[in-house]
């Protein structure tokens, strides 16, 4: 007797015919109960992620337009977009940028290290990207342009800035899960 064993008998296992795995009703009740769960649940993560995306663009806008109201109040109520601080200028996307993203004089001219002349900002390390669209491009408007009435469609622009009345907007077409256009966020 092999040690640790107490009894010696032995269960007889039984072959019992035609029983061998799931019978064919079984296995669609379970592809049955697999398809109705899975039809509850993915809408609700898709719901989710789209939910995400648009708390995200909602936060970028806000971060966005804060720090352009901060660079105003800084630069003697001229907002970014305005080469070196004058608004009968031309504003560009690449003074715009600059003058978020790198050390500033209060006339709004850009350096490219903070040092007494430059003692502003910077106020972000780059312009964030429109997660909904996957573009940091910022389409800057001219004074005398209107701001389109709708996003821009298949542009390479994430953003439309408008620096005269300081609009910010998502160039995204649209609609959230409430039935509001991305683009009037």
């Not at 994430?158 to 039935?179: Q, S």
């Amino acid at each position: 007797m092999p040690s640790g064993c107490s009894n010696s008998t032995r269960v007889q296992q039984t072959n019992q015919p035609g029983r061998s795995g799931f019978t064919l009703i079984e296995l669609i009740i379970v592809l049955l109960l697999i398809g109705i769960l899975s039809a509850l649940v993915i809408p609700r993560y898709s719901n989710a992620s789209d939910l995400a995306a648009e708390t995200a663009l909602k936060r970028n806008l806000g971060e966005v337009r804060t720090m352009i109201q901060v660079y105003r109040s800084q630069h003697g109520s001229i907002p970014p977009g305005y080469p070196r601080g004058n608004t009968s200028s031309k504003p560009s996307e690449a003074t715009f940028i600059g003058q978020l993203t790198k050390p500033t004089a209060p006339d709004g001219s850009v350096g490219t290290i903070r040092s007494e002349t430059y003692n502003l900002g910077p106020y972000f390390i780059n312009v964030p990207v429109n997660g909904m669209c996957g573009s940091a491009r910022v389409l800057v408007l001219g004074n005398e342009e209107p701001l389109p009435s709708e996003p821009i469609p298949n542009s390479e622009y994430g953003w439309i800035y408008k620096p005269l009345t300081m609009e910010f907007r998502a160039n995204v077409t649209g609609f959230d899960g409430d039935g509001v256009s991305y683009y009037s966020y």
